[in-house]
């Protein structure tokens, strides 16, 4: 079990988190329905994941769910570049997004390739 306050991918992941509420609280729901929900679930999904995983028993679990916030990641990705297209999110906007989730993505598979070697020791700060 790991405090997950302390990995540094999970305090950039819930910085992403916040960041995408805040940027999808104007978008239009009647013009572009559900999607400024699908990016705040996709984006809160990420931190959500790696804090449930850090409570499990084994780093088997822990690697599952980061597996599940790196999905999460390339999810949000796909629905921010959409956003960019159709026109709600600013392309500057959406460079700042995407570079955040870039990193927190690849942050998440460096993470989960030392927990499925370490068998378990200790990640703060990670």
Known sequence: M???RRLKVWRKAHELALRSCRATAGLPNAAY???AAQIRRAAVSIPANIAEGAGRDTPRQFAHHLEIAIRSARELDYLLLL???LGP????E???????AE???AMLVALRKRVR???GSRLEGD
């Open 83 to 85: 956003s960019r297209d």
């Open 33 to 35: 329905p559900g999607l």
């Open 89 to 92: 999110i600013s392309p500057m």
């Open 117 to 119: 070697g370490q068998g």
């Open 103 to 105: 990193l927190v993505c």
């Open 94 to 100: 959406h460079a700042r997004l995407a570079a955040r």
């Open 2 to 4: 790991h405090p997950f």
